[in-house]
Every structure is written in C-alpha cells, then in structure tokens.
C-alpha cells in the first residue's frame, strides 16, 4: 500500500477513535452528530455545541500552523455566519508528533492564516461574513493535541479532554 493511502486511512480510523471517545464522554442529555453540521463531530447539550474537526498528521516532522489553515478558515466561515447564540465552540482535535496538549490562536496567528495566499483557501476567507469578531472566535476555539493513533485505540476516551 502507498505510504498516502496508509495515512489516509489511519486518518479515518483516528476520526473513527475520535467519535467514539466523543459518544463514551458524553453527558447526559448530549446529542452527538456524526459528520454533523458544522463539523466531524458535533456535540449539542441544551446550552453549547461543540464542533469537533479531526486531522491526523503522522507524516509531519512537528505541528506548524499551515497544515491547519484549512480547517481554521471552515470554522470561522460556519462562526461568521452563525456567531449569535446558540453558543458554539470550535476544538480542532489533531495529532502531530510531539505534540501534546492544547493550545488557542493568538490574533497575529489568526491573521496569517487569514492573509493566507492558496488560491483555495482565499476562497473560504472570501466567504467569510463581513465584520465577523475575531476575537470572539478566537476565544471560542481551541487547538487539542491528541494520542497516536494506536494509543487512542488502545484506550479511546482515558487521554481525552472532557467536554
């Protein structure tokens, strides 16, 4: 098998890892979407949702920003169109060696990944909505580092963040 099919499908299996920790961690009265509408995983209790995008890179040396700018931009599109309450929050679930914890965006980030010039991405950054709060954004998104693969399928909801 070529080396991009194996990441690409153990990229499935990590999402698959994801939404089953999701569904474990889950509260009472919680409604999980899977390939919900806004994101991988969307998680709705009566006064928050939760939309969780996956992304695993085990083929990168160490995390840099532009292997996320993509996902970024599809959140803070669906954020600027739907920035009123219902509240959402925004977690960015990746895995990239040597990586561990969670991390937020700083404004000056957010503004490179902005200022962005892929032809594809300028797209997304087009569609946002006009005077979208940044900072409002940012405080409601966050970077999560999560497990290999393999130690995510060994035990799938003992490394996860609670919700």
Same mark, same amino acid.
Do not use: W
């Given at each position: 098998m070529?080396?991009?099919?194996e990441y690409s499908?153990?990229?499935?299996v990590?999402?698959?890892?994801?939404?089953?920790s999701? @569904?474990?961690?889950a509260?009472?009265? *919680?409604? =999980?979407? =899977?390939?919900g509408a806004?994101?991988d995983?969307?998680?709705?209790?009566p006064?928050?949702?939760?939309a +969780?995008?996956? !992304?695993? #890179?085990?083929?990168?040396e160490?995390?840099?920003?532009?292997?996320?700018? !993509?996902? @970024?931009l599809?959140m803070?599109?669906?954020?600027?169109h #739907? %920035?009123?309450?219902?509240? +959402? #929050?925004?977690?960015?679930?990746?895995?990239?060696?040597? *990586? %561990?914890?969670?991390?937020?965006l700083t404004?000056?980030e957010?503004?490179?990944?902005?200022?962005?010039?892929? +032809?594809?991405? !300028?797209? @997304? +950054?087009?569609r946002l909505? #006009?005077g979208?709060?940044?900072d409002?954004f940012?405080?409601r998104f %966050?970077i999560?580092?999560?497990?290999t693969c393999?130690?995510?399928?060994?035990?799938?909801?003992a490394?996860?963040?609670? @919700?």
């Open positions: 070529a080396r991009t099919a499908i153990k990229g499935y990590y999402q698959f890892l994801r939404y089953l999701e @569904i474990l961690e509260t009472d009265g *919680s409604t =999980i979407t =899977i390939e806004i994101e995983i969307d998680v709705t209790t006064d928050l949702t939760t +969780v995008q996956c !992304k695993y #890179h085990e083929q990168a160490k995390f840099t920003l532009g292997k996320v700018y !993509k996902p @970024i599809l803070l599109e669906h954020f600027s #739907h %920035s009123a309450p219902p509240k +959402v #929050h925004y977690r960015l679930f990746c895995y990239f060696p040597g *990586s %561990s914890g969670s991390q937020s404004r000056t957010l503004e490179t990944v902005l200022a962005t010039n892929s +032809v594809p991405l !300028k797209a @997304i +950054v087009a909505a #006009h979208a709060d940044l409002l940012l405080s %966050s999560e580092f999560g497990p393999e130690a995510l399928q060994c035990s799938p909801s490394p996860m963040a609670q @919700i």
